[in-house]
T-cell receptor
Framework: KAGVTQTPRYLIKTRGQQVTLSCSPISGHRSVSWYQQTPGQGLQFLFEYFSETQRNKGNFPGRFSGRQFSNSRSEMNVSTLELGDSALYLC????????????FGSGTRLTVV | TQLLEQSPQFLSIQEGENLTVYCNSS?????LQWYRQEPGEGPVLLVT???GGEVKKLKRLTFQFGDARKDSSLHITAAQPGDTGLYLC????????????WGAGTKLIIKP
């Protein structure tokens, strides 16, 4: 059974550029959540999608957006990158919601220079 | 604002010692989860507890959910270097599609 797959694993971008990260959840999982993790702030919730609809949203600026496709795959986009966006971006999936736990991908390490 | 306080933030002990990590809140949660994360990887779910007073064991790890479902503890017996990692607790809010609240994590180092 394949796990949660995130691509790319590493990314270096220049300030002002935009970036798209991809997440393929475990087959059958319909809920996909995105998190930003930095040493100083810990794990910060970005948003959650369920059946192509954004169900929950964290406190991030509008530069951060996402979407989910009919096959449950999800993408997140960050526009006008800032140095502070450098972080490990994690995707997590579950059958329906987070009450019984999530399966996380290995993350995408984004460095903004 | 719901907060999940995790303590200690950092713990460095010798192999063979016992330790306990705590996760506390003033809110009642429908479930509480413990994860372990290694550098450069995503968190891995260790256990989910849902019933007040529940105790679960995973080899040398014992997890407990408080009677009032506001706190939890993770106890490791005879710690080994392989237990090294960042331990995170996360609690699911009742309603609101069980959005998770995360603790800041406990960085655990087990020295051989």
């Amino acid at each position: 059974k394949a796990g949660v797959t995130q691509t790319p694993r590493y990314l270096i971008k220049t300030r002002g550029q935009q970036v798209t990260l991809s997440c393929s959840p475990i087959s059958g999982h319909r809920s996909v959540s995105w998190y930003q993790q930095t040493p100083g702030q810990g794990l910060q919730f970005l948003f959650e999608y369920f059946s192509e609809t954004q169900r929950n949203k964290g406190n991030f600026p509008g530069r951060f957006s996402g979407r989910q496709f009919s096959n449950s795959r999800s993408e997140m986009n960050v526009s006008t990158l800032e140095l502070g966006d450098s972080a490990l971006y994690l995707c997590a999936s579950s059958w329906t919601d987070g009450n019984y736990g999530y399966t996380f991908g290995s993350g995408t390490r984004l460095t903004v220079v | 604002t719901q907060l999940l306080e995790q303590s200690p933030q950092f713990l460095s002990i010798q192999e063979g010692e016992n330790l306990t990590v705590y996760c506390n809140s003033s809110s009642v949660f429908s479930s509480l989860q413990w994860y372990r994360q290694e550098p450069g990887e995503g968190p891995v779910l260790l256990v989910t507890v849902v019933t007040g007073g529940e105790v679960k064991k995973l080899k040398r790890l014992t997890f407990q959910f408080g009677d009032a479902r506001k706190d939890s503890s993770l106890h490791i017996t005879a710690a080994q270097p392989g237990d090294t990692g960042l331990y995170l607790c996360a609690a699911a809010l009742d309603g609101s599609n069980y959005q998770l609240i995360w603790g800041a994590g406990t960085k655990l180092i087990i020295k051989p």
